[in-house]
């Protein structure tokens, strides 16, 4: 809980070193999905939390309500440069928190993952509560906020090229790598470490287009540590970042 007060202290602190003013300007919150990615029974959502403000804003504190029977979790993305954190206060209710030790401004997409709950498909509505930004001089930032749903059927999103997220990510040992493919073409896709060599291939062939694919990776004779999942299709490549924790 200490931490989650942080904000809160470096606000206050802000604001009588600068002598800034409780109330500064007005900001808008938009939620925005950005990907969806399937593997056997679990549903994973990417979304964004879109910040618009004219002030640059430093840190954010707000808590999530959602419906534990249609959502599974809600798993913090990391943000280079910044502390993210996320606490459940109670069932269907948790709390986030993003800043810098820093004092670097947020950047203007803050990213989550949603995962659906055990046979669940369809639209989840989640609402965003007791927002507090933080601006440059400590001052609390207003926003508007509101309800938005998460969309978890296949239909949701038209298929692109490209990769779609991993589940789980922190990983041990296996994890499933979810891609799509939006026409007929030679996939490749490998896995490297951290030093750049090429740890196993999993997928080197000809693939139909209009489909979502899934790869599994059982990183059994791995060491822990940070690898990358490299796909090419044609001109496009793509990377992502896996985390396997032993």
Do not use: C
Request: charged share 20%.
């Amino acid at each position: 809980m200490k931490k989650i007060q942080l904000l809160s202290i470096l606000m206050l602190s802000g604001a009588v070193l600068f002598g800034a003013k409780t109330t500064a300007h007005k900001a808008k919150v938009n939620f925005k999905e950005s990907g969806l990615a399937r593997s056997e029974s679990v549903t994973s959502v990417s979304a964004n939390l879109v910040i618009d403000s004219k002030e640059p804003i430093h840190g954010v504190q707000f808590d999530i309500k959602y419906n534990p029977s249609e959502i599974k979790s809600i798993i913090p993305q990391t943000i280079s440069g910044f502390e993210v954190s996320y606490n459940e206060l109670s069932e269907g209710l948790i709390r986030g928190l993003v800043f810098s030790f820093q004092g670097h401004a947020l950047p203007e997409n803050l990213p989550f993952e949603f995962v659906n709950a055990e046979g669940f498909e369809g639209t989840s509505t989640i609402e965003f509560k007791d927002f507090i930004l933080a601006g440059s001089r400590g001052n609390n930032v207003d926003v508007e906020t509101q309800s938005y749903d998460i969309n978890f059927s296949n239909t949701m999103l038209p298929i692109k090229t490209g990769l779609s997220g991993s589940y789980p990510n922190p990983f041990n040992p296996t994890t499933s790598i979810n891609y799509g493919l939006e026409i007929d073409g030679h996939v490749e896709i490998m896995i490297y470490d951290a030093a750049g060599r090429l740890v196993e291939e999993l997928v080197n062939g000809h693939q139909e287009g209009g489909k979502e694919y899934s790869i599994k990776w059982n990183a059994s004779n791995q060491a822990s540590g940070m690898y990358f999942a490299k796909m090419v299709v044609g001109d496009i490549v793509q990377t992502q970042k896996l985390v396997l924790l032993k």
